[in-house]
C-alpha cells in the first residue's frame, strides 16, 4: 500500500466484499479441521521447488481472473519473484473478506477455515506502520508500488478540475463502496452527491466516462491508466488530477508483501527478489505491459 499516515486509514483497492461467512459454519468446519496447515519455511519451500503467492481475485490491473486464469501485474510480479528465486510459482487467487486483517488470516499466518491456504507470501499488502503493529502475526515488507486516487474527467466537458466545486451540476461516477466513491458522496460539502452514479467496478466507472455517461470518474490511478490502454482512448481528452479528500490518504498508500511473522529468511529472499527485477528493469516493464506508470513506493 507508502508509508500511510495513520489518519484515514489504507484503502482498501478492491470491490467490496458482503459477508458471507456465518458463525455456525464457522464452528462446525472449525470442530472438522483438526491440525494447523504447514505454514512458510524457506527450507521446506526450496525442497519442494514452488512458491506458493496469494493474489486477490478482483484487484484489476494487479489481478484478476481472465478466462478462467489470473492475470494483471501482481500475478507477472509473483512468477518473476518465483524465476529470480528459482522456484516454480503455484498461485493462490481468492476473494477479499470483510477486511484486510481477514485475508492476512486466511493466506499468511493460519488459512482460510475453509481450507484454503495459506500462502507462502501474499501480495498488495499495505506498507502502514500502525497497520502493520496492529497485524504483528505478519511480516510486512518489501513495497514496490504506491497507489493514489485521481479523479479522471473528460477535458471536452469539464476543461480544467481544481476543486470539489468545478464538478456542479456533472454526473461523476466510482466504484461502490470504494474511497473514491465516498470522496465524490462528500465533495463539495455533499452538494453533488444526487449526481454521483456508483458501478460495479472502477472499470464499469471508467467505462462509462469513456462513453460519455459521466463527466468524471474516482478511481485509482493504475485503473485508470490499465483502462486507458485496454479501450485505446486518447490521453489527451481525458486527464488525472489530485482531489484533495480528508476520506483519502493525501499521498497515497504503498503496497508490499506479506509472509507470516518469524519468516525473515523467506522475508529476506524475497525482499532480494524484488530488488534484482527492479535493478534490471523487469518491475517496469511489468507495469508498462499493463499501461501503468510505475510510482516509486
Do not use: C
Amino acid at each position: 500500500m507508502r508509508a500511510v499516515p495513520s489518519e484515514p486509514a489504507p484503502v482498501r483497492t478492491r470491490p467490496a466484499f458482503n459477508p458471507r461467512r456465518r458463525a455456525g459454519i464457522l464452528l462446525a468446519l472449525a470442530a472438522l479441521a483438526g491440525a494447523s496447515p504447514a505454514l512458510a519455511d524457506l527450507g521446506k519451500i526450496r525442497q519442494s521447488g514452488t512458491l506458493k503467492v496469494a493474489v486477490y481475485k478482483g484487484l484489476s490491473p494487479f489481478s484478476a481472473m481472465a478466462a478462467g486464469q489470473p492475470a494483471g501485474i501482481d500475478v507477472a510480479l509473483a512468477r518473476a519473484l518465483g524465476k529470480e528465486m528459482g522456484l516454480s510459482v503455484s498461485l493462490l487467487p481468492f476473494d477479499a473478506d470483510e477486511n484486510m486483517a481477514d485475508d492476512l488470516r486466511n493466506m499468511v499466518w493460519r488459512g482460510h477455515y475453509l481450507g484454503y491456504g495459506p500462502a507462502d507470501v501474499m501480495l498488495h499488502v499495505p506498507v502502514d506502520r500502525t497497520f502493520m503493529r496492529e497485524n504483528d502475526k505478519a511480516l510486512i515488507f518489501a513495497p514496490y508500488y504506491r497507489e493514489t486516487f485521481v479523479l479522471v474527467h473528460d477535458r471536452q466537458r469539464l476543461p480544467a478540475v481544481r476543486g470539489w466545486d468545478d464538478l456542479k451540476g456533472q454526473p461523476t461516477g466510482a466504484e461502490g463502496g470504494s474511497a473514491g466513491a465516498n470522496a465524490l458522496l462528500s465533495g463539495a460539502r455533499g452538494a453533488e452527491r444526487d449526481r454521483v452514479k456508483v458501478y460495479a467496478s472502477a472499470d464499469d466507472a471508467l467505462h462509462a466516462l469513456f462513453a460519455g455517461e459521466v463527466a468524471a470518474a474516482m478511481t485509482t490511478r493504475a485503473s485508470y491508466e490499465n483502462a486507458l490502454k485496454a479501450s485505446g482512448q486518447s490521453a489527451t481528452r481525458f486527464a488525472a488530477v489530485d482531489l484533495p479528500s480528508p476520506l483519502l490518504p493525501a499521498q497515497g498508500w504503498a503496497v508490499g508483501m506479506a509472509v507470516k511473522s518469524g519468516e525473515e529468511e523467506l522475508a529476506e529472499s524475497l525482499r532480494k527478489a524484488l530488488d534484482a527485477i527492479r535493478r534490471n528493469g523487469e518491475l517496469e516493464r511489468i507495469f508498462a505491459q499493463y499501461g501503468v506508470s510505475m510510482q516509486a513506493p
